[in-house]
Structure formats: C-alpha cells, structure tokens
C-alpha cells in the first residue's frame, strides 16, 4: 500500500476509533532514579486532574502502569499516593503478561529517564500498543545531546559548536566561555557554565556524575532564550509552529539549571508542594517565562524554519518541543530537543496551543487527536503477504 494508501486507512480507522471509549495505558514512574519517579508521576497527576471533562471521560477509558524504583511495577486505575502503595506489585514478567492481555489502543508515556525514553517505550512497541509521540530509537538519539546535534546540524539547523569529553582529565579545546553538560541526562542536571579555567575541575566533576561522556560547547551570549513546540497535522507534517514561550534570563543568570525547573527539597529532591520553580509568586525574574514571546517577523521564521527541519531530522512524531538561543546579534541555536509532554492543562506544549485561537488546538481537543492518532497506528495482524524487508509496512 502506498503512503497516501496508509494514511487513509489509518484516518479511517480513527474515524471508526471515535464511535467507541479507547483504552488508552498511561506509563510513568522510573526504575532507576527517586528523583525521575516523582517527577514522572507528578506530570501523569496532573494530566489526571486536567483529563475530568466530559468529552475525555466519553471518550477514553485510563488505565495507569507504575514502574517504580528497583523495577517493580504495579497496575492501577488512579495514581493517588494510597492507591499505588496498596496496589500488588508484580515482577517484571507478572507485569509484561498482565499488559499482554490487556488490549491497550494506545499508551501515553510520562517517563523521563533513560529507561524510560527508550527500553520501556520499546516495550510498549513489543507489546503491539503504539505510543503518543517519539518512537524509543528516535527519544533514543535525542536524549544523546551529541548525536542529537549532529543530525540537527547536518540538516541545516544551527548548533553551538562543540566537543566530546570522555574524562575528567581532557582539557576542552573550545575556548572559554563553554557550557558543560552529561551527553545522556535530562532535566540540565549537571550543567554548568566555565569562564575560567580554574572553575573547570568542579565544573568537570559535576558533569561526570552524571555520565561517561560529557558534551562541552560554545557559550551563546544571552539575546535571549525560546521554546518553540512543533505539531504534526494529519498526514505527518509538522506544519504548525504554537507560539513560542521565552525565558527572562538576565546577565547575571545567563543558563537555566536543573533547580531553575523544579523546586527541590534539602535532599534534592522535587518539593511536592511547591513543584515548580518557574513562574512561581517568589519566583526570582530570571526563573519567568513569558508566552506568547514577542517575535518579529524574521526571528519567528527562523524559528520556524529550525525546528520543522530539526523536526523532521531527528524523525520526531506528533510533535516536537525545542530550546533555541539567540545570539545578540538574532542568529538562533538549538540547544536541545525535549519532544515530551504530559498533556495536563499547565504542561509546556498544552499552555503555548492555548494562546491560539485555533479549536483543533485547544485542550482537550489536541490530547484527544493525539491519542486517536497512535490508536490508528496498531499494528495490523500479520497476514503472511509481506515477504522482503526488515521492517513490517
């Protein structure tokens, strides 16, 4: 079948997944990190708590896996603190069987670990149940900041320019100021920036806490920092561009860090009631965000123009969400690719679709046609007609 063929079966599929309640799998958690769990969960709650309308409830029926640290995973309808720790916790192997069987029409994934960006998205491929957003071989890529940027700048997007450090003792050949960060970590943990080269040993060793490599780029002087979020239309085209959201980062904080995101505890650990550093009342102004950002025109079609092609280089799917620099000067620099939403009313992607006035784009119409999409993505029964090639068509 030929791809406009496909696309037509898969719409017309939709079309029949709307007359009937989808089962969609929610997934959060993290097998490896407290850290990752808590905010894994936090993100799926709120989408629970912005998933109460009536169209959501008529249309799809939630269901909720929760991996938690060491492995375990437990399988509920609510992901209240009560509910997941009264819940049966089964093995690895109890869990897979019990997901086997349970016909899921789609899972919405709201993991943020490595893990979870790649081997438990890989499951739910195994499992035949197809996700909402990036396959695990492209959160795979992603997640490698350096791979991530050669791809994007192969295709044309501009990148800082930068190196691979494999040890504490190389000495980076990118003059200072540089930016240091772990090549496969979220979240700008252990990020920081050097000006000088005696700040470079702790700078160094915060890095490699996190990974074996560590990403060491150019320092793009503070004009400003963008998000901008991509979303695909209907036959794959990422032809919308939301309005962007900009980070009032000043002079003297020039760099977003991992605490300028999420509030933490003594231990370093997400402060469950006070969960968000930006935008807070006693926010400092450089933790502020403001959307839509005022872009004129050129600047917004240079935006634009990175991030579709970012976008369809790094072979993203449904959508996309990046960080762009902007040099004094207006030149852009994607930083990095964070194609993740959790699809509650206060998550990134969700509050820049609602500063349009476009229907198809408000919440929850987005959510609900993101859903329907990846439920027109099941795997068809295998029928014996495909005899060539590695990849199922």
């Given at each position: 079948?030929?791809?406009?063929?496909?696309?037509?079966?898969?719409?017309?599929?939709?079309?029949?997944?709307?007359?009937?309640?989808?089962?969609?799998?929610?997934?959060?958690?993290?097998?490896?990190?407290?850290?990752?769990?808590?905010?894994?969960?936090?993100?799926?709650?709120?989408?629970?708590?912005?998933?109460?309308?009536?169209?959501?409830?008529?249309?799809?029926?939630?269901?909720?896996?929760?991996?938690?640290?060491?492995?375990?995973?437990?399988?509920?309808?609510?992901?209240?603190?009560?509910?997941?720790?009264?819940?049966?916790?089964?093995?690895?192997?109890?869990?897979?069987?019990?997901?086997?069987?349970?016909?899921?029409?789609?899972?919405?994934?709201?993991?943020?670990?490595?893990?979870?960006?790649?081997?438990?998205?890989?499951?739910?491929?195994?499992?035949?149940?197809?996700?909402?957003?990036?396959?695990?071989?492209?959160?795979?890529?992603?997640?490698?900041?350096?791979?991530?940027?050669?791809?994007?700048?192969?295709?044309?997007?501009?990148?800082?320019?930068?190196?691979?450090?494999?040890?504490?003792?190389?000495?980076?050949?990118?003059?200072?100021?540089?930016?240091?960060?772990?090549?496969?970590?979220?979240?700008?943990?252990?990020?920081?920036?050097?000006?000088?080269?005696?700040?470079?040993?702790?700078?160094?060793?915060?890095?490699?806490?996190?990974?074996?490599?560590?990403?060491?780029?150019?320092?793009?002087?503070?004009?400003?920092?963008?998000?901008?979020?991509?979303?695909?239309?209907?036959?794959?085209?990422?032809?919308?561009?939301?309005?962007?959201?900009?980070?009032?980062?000043?002079?003297?904080?020039?760099?977003?860090?991992?605490?300028?995101?999420?509030?933490?505890?003594?231990?370093?650990?997400?402060?469950?009631?006070?969960?968000f550093a930006t935008n807070r009342e006693e926010a400092?102004?450089?933790?502020?965000?403001?959307?839509?950002?005022?872009?004129?025109?050129?600047?917004?079609?240079?935006?634009?123009?990175?991030?579709?092609?970012?976008?369809?280089?790094?072979?993203?799917?449904?959508?996309?969400?990046?960080?762009?620099?902007?040099?004094?000067?207006?030149?852009?620099?994607?930083?990095e690719c964070q194609p993740v939403c959790s699809f509650?009313?206060?998550?990134?992607?969700?509050?820049?679709?609602?500063?349009?006035?476009?229907?198809?784009?408000?919440?929850?119409?987005?959510?609900?046609?993101?859903?329907?999409r990846a439920a027109a993505r099941k795997p068809k029964?295998?029928?014996?007609?495909?005899?060539?090639?590695?990849?199922?068509?």
């Amino acid at each position: 079948m030929g791809k406009g063929g496909s696309q037509k079966a898969e719409l017309e599929t939709a079309g029949a997944e709307n007359a009937r309640k989808l089962k969609i799998l929610h997934v959060a958690g993290s097998p490896v990190s407290q850290y990752y769990s808590m905010i894994s969960i936090h993100y799926a709650r709120q989408m629970i708590a912005s998933a109460q309308d009536e169209a959501t409830k008529e249309g799809f029926e939630f269901h909720f896996g929760v991996v938690l640290p060491g492995g375990a995973w437990c399988l509920t309808k609510d992901l209240s603190e009560s509910v997941i720790e009264a819940a049966p916790k089964l093995t690895h192997g109890e869990a897979l069987t019990a997901l086997a069987v349970g016909d899921y029409d789609a899972c919405v994934p709201h993991m943020f670990c490595w893990p979870g960006y790649t081997a438990y998205r890989s499951l739910m491929d195994l499992l035949g149940v197809p996700l909402v957003g990036c396959s695990p071989e492209c959160m795979a890529l992603i997640t490698d900041k350096a791979q991530a940027k050669a791809v994007a700048a192969a295709a044309g997007v501009p990148v800082p320019a930068g190196e691979l450090l494999r040890s504490v003792s190389q000495k980076p050949t990118v003059p200072f100021p540089f930016v240091l960060k772990p090549c496969c970590e979220d979240n700008s943990m252990g990020i920081s920036m050097v000006e000088r080269e005696e700040d470079l040993p702790a700078a160094l060793a915060e890095a490699f806490k996190f990974d074996s490599i560590v990403v060491c780029e150019a320092f793009i002087p503070l004009g400003r920092e963008i998000r901008v979020a991509v979303v695909e239309d209907d036959s794959g085209e990422p032809a919308t561009v939301l309005p962007a959201t900009e980070y009032l980062l000043t002079p003297e904080h020039p760099m977003r860090t991992s605490t300028d995101k999420i509030t933490v505890t003594d231990s370093g650990l997400p402060d469950a009631d006070k969960f968000f550093a930006t935008n807070r009342e006693e926010a400092p102004s450089f933790r502020r965000s403001i959307c839509p950002a005022p872009l004129d025109d050129a600047l917004a079609a240079k935006l634009a123009t990175a991030a579709k092609a970012a976008h369809k280089a790094l072979r993203c799917r449904d959508f996309s969400i990046y960080d762009f620099r902007v040099d004094p000067s207006g030149e852009v620099y994607m930083l990095e690719c964070q194609p993740v939403c959790s699809f509650a009313r206060e998550s990134a992607m969700i509050g820049m679709a609602l500063k349009t006035d476009v229907e198809e784009l408000q919440h929850p119409a987005l959510y609900h046609t993101m859903m329907r999409r990846a439920a027109a993505r099941k795997p068809k029964p295998y029928d014996s007609s495909q005899v060539l090639g590695m990849k199922a068509l």
